[in-house]
């Protein structure tokens, strides 16, 4: 049996064990995914802990997604590199190679939704650790993107680093860069448990493709206020899913059975 995990802190709410186990009981994969709660301090310790004990892979949530790639002995992608975070170690072989499959889900979402990526104008809202893999993930694909957050120089940094695709702009300036924009990414925590939204209702429209990365609740405040505006909306499950299943692939090298894990996701939502 392969063992496969998720290291955060905490873990308890976290949907990854039965999206993944849903996905080893659909292809027959004889598998277990379980999560694992280190200290802070004590995520080197965990991963040389996980590699010693034959675990094939882990995901890696808050906090340690940006310290993960500072670990000797890990080689990031690309993408992991230039977002300066992973979520996603593959500890099968002699080396560990870390991932990026937020920024990968998160596109994928995007597209899957009939989004053409290529050229699209997209304002993003944050700049936290949702906010760069998107925004990086988003370039990649051949997108321009704004990117907006409550602590500018935040946005700024992002834009410098992201190459002469990405603005940055205050978050003052969302309703005039929605004028133009074909999407719309909330990848801020505002919405979280919360009636509130990071975009004032009257600025969104009809012509917009909504995207909330918050999926606690489904159906955000900012995700209604674009359905009223008669916007396409998509919920953050979607990305959820599919950076689940963008691990699934790199671990296993089976292509996800993303019907069956997306119904376990949404049954728990
Ligand atoms: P993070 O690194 O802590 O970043 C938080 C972001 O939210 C920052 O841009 C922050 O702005 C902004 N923010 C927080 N409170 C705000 C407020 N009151 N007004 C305006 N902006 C505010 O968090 P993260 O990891 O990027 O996560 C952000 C959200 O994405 C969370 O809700 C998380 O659950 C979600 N997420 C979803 C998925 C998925 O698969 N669907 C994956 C990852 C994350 P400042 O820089 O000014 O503080």
Known sequence: MDVYGLVGNPVGHSLSPAMHEAAYDALGVDARYVSFEPDRGDLAAAVAGARALGIEGINVTIPFKEEVLELDGIIPDDSAQQIGAANTLDLSGETVT?????ATGARRALIESGVTLQDATVTVVGAGGAGRAITVSLVRA???????????????????????????????????????????????SVGMETESSPVPAEAVHGELTVFDAVYRPLQTRLLRDAQAAGAKTIDGARMLLYQGAAAFEIWTGHAAPVDEMERTLYDRL
Do not use: I, W
């Open 98 to 102: 870390a991932h990026n499959t937020d």
């Open 142 to 188: 051949g997108a321009n993107v704004r990117v907006v957050n409550r602590t500018l120089d935040r946005a700024e940094r992002l834009a410098e680093e992201a190459g002469e695709r990405v603005s940055a702009y205050p978050l003052s300036d969302v309703p005039s860069l929605l004028g133009d924009s074909d999407v719309l990414v909330n990848a801020t």
